[in-house]
C-alpha cells in the first residue's frame, strides 16, 4: 500500500525528471503500480482510512511522486458538477488546448510540496487527452475547467514541472493574460 512515507519530496531530481514512455502492453508491475496509485487517492479520500494510515489528500498522482520516472498517472476527484473522473492512465498526451486560460481562486498545492506556495497557476481552459486506461483501451477526454487543471498538473509532473513554476515570479496574484478564474 502506497502511504505518505513512498511519497517524493520536492529536492528530489526524480520530479525533475522527463519522465519515460511506458512500453505497451505495460508490465504486470507496471499495471499493478498504477492500480496501486489510484488506490492510494481512493485511502487519502476515505475520512476513516485517511486517518489511520495518516494519508494527506490527493486528487490526483504521477508516477515520479512514488520515485518512478515513467509516464503514468492516477486521478479521482469530482468536477464543480459532481462529474466523477477516476482513472489509471499510461502514457497520457496532451492533444489539443484551448487559447482562453484559467486557474484556481485559491491556487495549487501538491503532495510532494510540504508548504503552502501562494499564488496563482495558469492552465488552459480547455484540453483534450489521450491515454491508455487500465484496461489499455486508447481513450480520448475533453476536459474544462477544474478537471483541465488537475490533468495539467499531473501531466507536468511527467515532464519535470512543478505547479509553482508557473506563477508570477514578482506578483503571484497577477492575473494570468486570457483568463479567468476556477472557482472552488
Ligand atoms: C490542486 C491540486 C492538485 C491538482 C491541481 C490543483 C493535485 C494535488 C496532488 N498532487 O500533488 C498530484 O500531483
Ligand atoms: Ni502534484
Known sequence: MITMKDIVREGETVLREVAKEVQLPPSEEEKQILAEMLTYLKNSQ?????KKYNLRAGVGLAAPQIGISKRMIAVHFEDFNDKK???????PKIVSHSVAKTYLSGGEGCLSVDREVPGYVPRYEKITIKAFDQDLNEIKLKLKGYAAIVFQHEIDHLNGVMF?????QDNPFTIPENATACDA
Open 46 to 50: 476515505d475520512e476513516e482510512i485517511a
Open 85 to 91: 473522473y477516476s482513472y489509471g492512465l499510461f502514457n
Open 164 to 168: 509553482y513554476d508557473h506563477i508570477h
